[in-house]
């Protein structure tokens, strides 16, 4: 795994959440597919980041449009190919079969992944955005205690109770 992490321009000096990040459900429990869930988000703001200063002109519809031309499975396939994520990828007994590691097998879910594991280790630095996560997790909890009305209100009780849950939830 040292060559991949040279390759992405990032040291891991604890190899385990660059593993995970690597590792299809195919392979076990321990896989990258809540590391793709945060990798989604964070690819999506740092697009529309890069969008809003090279377009000060455009239009929120405009730039819409080209956030979603550059964030889609097609441009991040064909980048993961570029990086040749194929060659790291750990998958499990069904998918080494079928050759899913030549056919690209969910490579853009790797390079959200991928994101995601970047930015765990590199968040301790950003603490704004660090107390935006502490005010939003604070915040479902309190509607979660309240009991409001209306399936946002279900949902983030639901997700509220699970954080002092047992461990893996």
Known sequence: MTSRTAALGH??????LLEQALTHRSAGRRNNERLEFLGDALLNLIVAEFVYEQYPRASEGDMTRLRAALVNG????????????GESLVLGPGELKTGGYRRGVDSCGYLQALIAAVYLKIRTGLPAGRWCGDCS????????????QGPENNVAGTVAGQRAGPAGL
């Open 137 to 148: 997790a604070a915040e479902i909890a309190r509607r979660g205690r309240q009991g409001g």
């Open 11 to 16: 040291s891991f000096s604890d190899a385990s």
């Open 74 to 85: 097609s441009a991040l396939a064909e980048l993961a190919r570029e990086e040749e994520l």
